[in-house]
């Protein structure tokens, strides 16, 4: 059988390597100069392969359409990730969080392990190679593939793997979407995911840019309702526009598919609850304030806060203290002491936009999943077309999640196997 593979990510490679690994004449076509280019960028260039949770639990960190992947993550692991890549001599590390990194902490070695596998499958790559359209030839049961210079790929089979709209530098321009539309699929609306979030208070975010903060525990709240979206607990960093960082981007995930989120933004209902403190309740914090301003019971209130925050952090808590900031520690009233306690516990930012597409690790959106088989992705309205890896309506969380999605479905779509059977459906 003749098989297209469009798009060189890591869902279109492994797509490749899986249909070539089955005895097919495999085509890779990618329309940029080299394969992975987003792959290498990955986890700051480290790549965050894969997160080594029990597969179930990838589902619950895949907040958009993670029950359709149920069967592409029973297909392919994450320790099949791992003994592919240890089989060609990579070996790799868990970091915290759960996250799986090579240990050579370069995504360049990922990708040549994928590299290596293709040329050692004689599967043929063709660079610089952007595809128009797919043409359904129905009188043969063939797809052909169209190329920008008119030039023709006949096939028995072809799997679309064109990636979303995020990261449009690494060839993600959403190319596939209008290729699938020309072919009677629906795209669901293209959101960014994993992507940072600005704030209304633009002088507080400029006064504390580059303040990176660990441990701290995050909430997104709708005041509307009063109800949370979205905690979590890690890191963030706050950003000329706003606010960043692996908590904040699994935020964006989960808030980007929330009902009426663009209304709600508008209007100030979003609010990011921040403590900076989580490890000790209001109690043991006063207590903390307490033995500090002992020992500090002779200075200004301005220099009295080194021990227990970030020098950035110092000036803001002082200004919504609302406390003389030359006043003595010694004069601080057990009222003004509580609010700085409530300050750290509950230090509240009003949300009002998603930052650009262009600046998401992700896209949230993509061809309907109810137009695709989940256990073969194979496309429920044209018969020989597979999808694989972002270009579906499924993201999820950071951690490495995304790249065993990729993984995942590229390796179901170009697989030729009997498709993972669900003992909970009988299916």
């Known amino acids: 059988m003749k098989v297209i593979v469009i798009g060189g990510g890591p869902a279109g490679m492994m797509a490749a390597i899986t249909a070539a690994e089955s005895g097919n004449k495999v085509i890779l076509l990618e329309k940029m100069e ?104 129905n009188e043969q049961k063939k797809l052909q593939v169209r190329t920008e210079y008119n030039k023709l790929f006949e096939a028995d ?16 321009t959403g190319d596939g979407y209008k290729i699938a539309e020309n072919l009677g699929h629906t795209v669901t609306k293209i959101r960014p995911s994993l992507v940072p979030l600005e ?34 607990f890690g890191e963030m960093i706050f950003t000329h526009f706003g606010v960043s960082g692996p908590t904040i981007l699994s935020s964006s995930a989960h808030l980007v598919r929330y009902k009426n989120i663009y209304e709600l933004l ?8 921040i403590d900076f403190k989580p490890a000790l309740s209001d109690e043991k914090l006063d207590e903390r304030i307490l033995r500090d301003f002992s020992e500090f019971k ?20 002082i200004e919504k203290s609302k406390i003389n900031p030359d006043k003595k520690v010694n004069e601080i009233t057990k009222q003004e002491r509580k609010n700085i306690v409530k300050l750290l516990k509950y230090f509240e930012i009003v949300i ?9 690790i992700i896209t949230s959106g993509g061809i309907n999943i109810k137009e695709i088989n989940p256990k073969t992705m194979e496309s429920k309205l044209v018969p020989g077309l597979y999808f694989a890896g972002e270009i579906i309506d499924v993201d999820a969380y950071t951690g490495g999640f995304n790249l065993q999605i990729a993984y995942s479905t590229g390796y179901t779509a170009g697989s030729e196997g009997t498709p993972f059977f669900d003992p909970k459906t009988n299916n």
């Open 298 to 317: 002779n200075k200004q209130f301005k220099n009295s806060l080194e021990k227990l925050l970030p020098q950035k952090l110092i000036p803001i808590i």
């Open 266 to 273: 508008k209007n100030k209902k979003i609010i990011l609850k």
């Open 34 to 137: 080299r394969l992975g280019r987003k792959l290498l960028i990955t986890g700051k260039g480290r790549c965050n392969i894969t997160s080594s949770l029990p597969s179930d639990e990838f589902i619950q960190n895949t907040p958009g359409n993670g029950q359709f992947l149920y069967s592409c993550f029973k297909n392919y692991t994450n320790q099949d990730i791992i003994q592919f890549l240890k089989s060609h001599g990579l070996e790799v590390k868990e970091e915290r969080g759960n996250r799986i990194f090579p240990v050579t902490d370069k995504s360049l070695d990922v990708l040549e392990c994928f590299v290596k596998r293709l040329k050692e499958l004689n599967v043929e790559v063709f660079y610089n190679t952007k595809v128009t359209d797919i043409i359904q030839k």
């Open 157 to 172: 089979k072809v799997i679309l793997a064109t990636g979303g709209k995020s990261y449009p530098l690494t060839g993600s």
């Open 199 to 232: 704030c209304y208070d633009k002088k507080l975010c400029k006064d504390l840019q580059g303040l990176s903060l660990r441990n701290v525990n995050i909430e997104l709240k709708n005041i509307e309702n009063n109800k949370v979206i979205y905690e979590d």
């Open 352 to 360: 009002t936009d998603f930052r650009p597409i262009d600046e998401a």
